[in-house]
């Protein structure tokens, strides 16, 4: 699903956020992303949306070179991915259904069928009675529920989240990660971004560290230790 | 999807492009789902310039304003050029003939004439006839009961099949060598000055338009800017999900458009509001002139033009704010 090889990332002014990373996720995979902050996981997961381009390196990602990708192929492209950002990225215009339709509206879907969809992804998050409320009025971890549902509304075959549980308590963030569970069982791959070793601790999956721009545990295909500390 | 069996090797394309189409899958045809996206997306922007009825008024006014200038000066010329053909007997060559001709040469004449291939018609007036119409129009009826006999030339009006006013010298001067024509006048000079000072009307107009319709693209355009602006965090959640380009720049064409057509409307108002203040006025200089002119109004079609014409310049304002703006704005 995702193939880094040799990439770096060097920002203009010479900072380094990456070097040299060579990792590969399986199709269906549920990985972790972790590093202290600024350890280049933002950047490693923009680089994957092509909101960043490689300075040296190649990117495949859901069998496209992202270095070779144009730029119109941009949103054909992304919409085979959902993304979950830690500031949810809601808008507030709008409420909660139309959010969460946003990914199904560029693509021009039909409404009615866009409507099914919208509800059975708010329903797996356990919004479906707040679909017509503005996103401001719900709480962190609801908003989080919104970007989740938004994420994966249109069945993206790869699901991204940035410190997808930063501002919620121990009990939502094991909520979450168990939504990005039942996606993964269905055969999404799921990559999850986070500083939150608790988090990663309780469950059996692959942990991509990073230190520093570098790729210090993880980049083999086999399951890592859990417990991993640096 | 394919599997991904080898980490380094790049996998297969067929997957992603297999993964777009079913992403974009639907009951409904291509064509009826644009049109419908094209609707929702017009009637939206429009809603979200009548939310603010305040700031769209302004920006109209604006429009409607630099609109109405060219806008009046367009009716005023296309008014003048309709004087200008009621008054077209201006261009026609008055032959006067021999004192004393009579009706068979006058008859000779006439038919040698309309022969022409320059003459589309003429008109006889045989001396009688012009001794009643002067006697009838100048006041000098009682002046001339004295005279013995009518002074008056038979006149021979030629109206010529040619458009082009810088000719009719030539032919008036064949029309004179034409056996019984004393004299052929045609006031060229008068003409001469008309359409000079009409061509002039016509450059100004179109300097004038092509400068305001400018200001209407940029002031569209930055006001579209600043739309652009507003729904910064929109558009860049709407790239980020996988919206192209033309879906981002939609809603601001649009706006663009809605701005144009205002304007436009206000435009129309104006002028009609115009043509209502000076047509009483006109009314009584025409009576002056003893003519039953009057202004010829801002029709259906013109209305209809109007509007195509504002919103096509809304539409090039905010098209070139959209390519300027909307690219600089990509998430990060």
């Known amino acids: 699903m995702i193939t880094f090889d040799s990439v770096s990332k060097r920002y203009p002014g010479g900072y380094e956020a990456l070097t040299n990373i060579d990792f590969h996720l399986k199709e269906g995979e549920f990985a972790f992303l972790t590093g202290h902050s600024g350890a280049g996981k933002s950047t490693l997961l923009k680089l994957i949306m092509q909101m960043e381009k490689a300075s040296a390196g ?40 139309d959010n969460v339709a946003l990914p199904l509206m560029v693509t021009g879907y039909d409404s009615r069928e866009a409507a099914r969809r919208v509800r059975a992804a708010l329903d797996k998050v356990g919004l479906l009675k707040k679909e017509n409320q503005n996103p401001i009025a719900l709480s962190g971890g609801e908003q989080q529920r919104v970007g989740i549902a938004r994420a994966v509304v249109n069945k993206p075959v790869l699901l991204l989240a940035d410190e997808p549980t930063g501002n919620l308590d121990p009990a939502l963030s094991a909520e979450i990660m168990n939504l990005f569970g039942q996606f993964n069982q269905v055969g999404t791959s799921v990559l999850i971004a986070t500083h939150d070793l608790g988090l990663i601790d309780r469950r059996k999956h692959r942990v991509l560290t990073l230190d520093n721009g570098s790729l210090i545990a993880g980049n083999s295909a086999t399951v890592a230790v859990s417990g991993h500390d640096e | 999807m394919s599997r991904q ?32 996206q094209h609707q929702s997306v017009a009637v939206d922007s429009l809603s979200r310039l009548l939310q603010e009825p305040g700031a769209s008024f302004l920006t109209w006014s604006v429009i409607g304003i630099a609109l109405a200038l060219p806008l009046c000066l367009f009716l005023f010329l296309q008014n003048l050029q309709q004087l200008n053909t009621s008054l077209d007997d201006a261009g026609n060559i008055s032959l006067f003939m021999d004192l004393g001709i009579d009706e068979q040469a006058l008859e000779t004449a006439r038919t040698q004439i309309l022969a022409l291939s320059e003459v589309a018609d003429v008109t006889v007036i045989t001396s009688a006839q012009a001794l009643i119409e002067f006697q009838d129009a100048s006041g000098f009826g009682n002046a001339l009961d004295g005279l013995d006999e009518n002074p008056l030339p038979a006149v021979i009006v030629v109206n010529p099949a040619i458009d082009d006013i810088e000719s009719l010298p030539a032919l008036s001067a064949r029309l004179e060598t034409i056996a019984g024509v004393d004299l052929a006048l045609v006031d060229l000079d008068w003409m001469r000055r008309l359409y000079g000072i009409i061509a002039m009307a016509e450059r100004l107009t179109g300097g004038l338009a092509l400068l305001l319709c400018l200001g209407v693209v940029l002031a569209i355009g930055n006001t579209v800017r600043l739309a652009i602006e507003n729904r910064r965090d929109e558009i860049v959640v709407v790239k980020l ?78 098209w070139l704010s959209v390519l300027r703006h909307l690219r600089q704005i990509e998430p990060s």
Do not use: C
């Open chain 2, 5 to 36: 069996q080898s980490v380094k090797k790049p996998p297969g394309k067929k997957s992603a492009k297999a993964n777009t189409r079913a992403a974009g899958s639907s009951g409904q045809s291509w064509f009826g789902q644009l049109f419908q």
């Open chain 2, 241 to 318: 999900v996988g919206g192209t380009d033309a879906y981002v720049s939609r809603p601001f064409l649009y706006t663009g458009i809605w701005f144009g057509v205002g304007g436009g409307l206000v435009a129309g108002i104006l002028a009609i509001t115009a043509f209502l203040a000076m047509s009483g006025p006109f009314a009584r200089l025409m009576a002056l002139y003893n003519s039953d002119f009057s202004l010829s109004w801002l029709g259906v079609s013109d209305l209809l033009t109007l509007l195509l014409v504002a919103g096509g310049l809304g539409l090039a304002g905010a």
């Open chain 1, 58 to 97: 190649q990117v495949f990602v859901n069998g496209k070179n992202l270095n070779r990708m144009f730029r119109r192929q941009l949103p054909f492209f992304r919409r085979n991915i959902g993304v979950v950002f830690q500031d949810h990225q809601l808008l507030f215009d709008r409420n909660v259904f």
